[in-house]
């Protein structure tokens, strides 16, 4: 029974189809930025494609050089630095290989949790989106504003009673009015238990 419980809730959950329809208008969202993005791209590129070609390929080489030797000289010393205090000692050793295992698990479950909250929150957002779909939203705000002002009753329903009502009268005949119906109480019967 648990595996049938399971099954029926797992796959009547809509939040998984409410995280595909968020994910889907985030992306339309971000699909609709692409065009501004091309034109500007379109506009920026022949002022990019000048400068590439006014460049010296000679100075280019000449920094890119630079640069490569200093990385070089910046990771010899670290590596040398590494090297230099690289303690020896296997329990020491064996402690911090202990801490990183734990940070890890740590830094996991950390990452768990905000996966959990992103998809709580994209879900919640396809929920939205999928309610303005179907225009929902309006229903909604109509349900929250009776919750707040409370349904009125309709009159049928109201225990007071009604005013009275004229019939037309006939020619010669005195005009009679309606009393309303008389309400029926119902009175519970007390029954005492028999005494032994």
């Known amino acids: 029974m648990a595996i049938t419980d399971d099954l029926r809730k797992t796959l009547s959950d809509p939040t998984p189809l409410y995280f595909a329809a968020g994910t889907a208008d985030l992306a339309f969202q971000q699909a609709k930025k692409v065009p501004a993005l091309v034109e500007q791209l379109r506009a920026e590129a022949p002022a990019r494609i000048e400068a590439v070609r006014n460049t010296d390929p000679k100075a280019v080489q000449e920094k890119a ?3 490569a030797k200093e990385a070089q000289e910046t990771l010899q010393t670290k590596v040398n630095e590494f090297f230099g205090t690289l303690d020896v000692d296997l329990k020491k050793l ?13 830094v996991a479950a950390e990452y768990a949790v905000k996966a959990r909250e992103t998809y709580e929150k994209v879900a919640e957002h396809g929920e939205q989106a999928v309610k303005s779909w179907r225009g929902e939203a309006a229903e909604e705000i109509e349900d929250f504003a009776i919750a707040v002002e409370g349904k009125p009753e309709p009159a049928e329903a109201r225990d007071e009673p009604q005013p009275a009502v004229a019939e037309p009268a006939e020619e010669g005949k005195p005009v009679a009015k309606k009393a309303p119906a008389p309400r ?6 007390k029954t005492t238990p028999p005494a032994k």
Not at 94 to 106: F, I, M, P, W, Y
Request: no cysteine; hydrophobic share 35%; charged share 25%.
């Open 94 to 106: 064996g402690e911090q290989a202990q801490d990183l295992a734990l940070r890890g698990v740590g």
């Open 65 to 67: 050089a630079a640069r």
């Open 184 to 189: 029926k109480t119902t009175t519970a019967k």
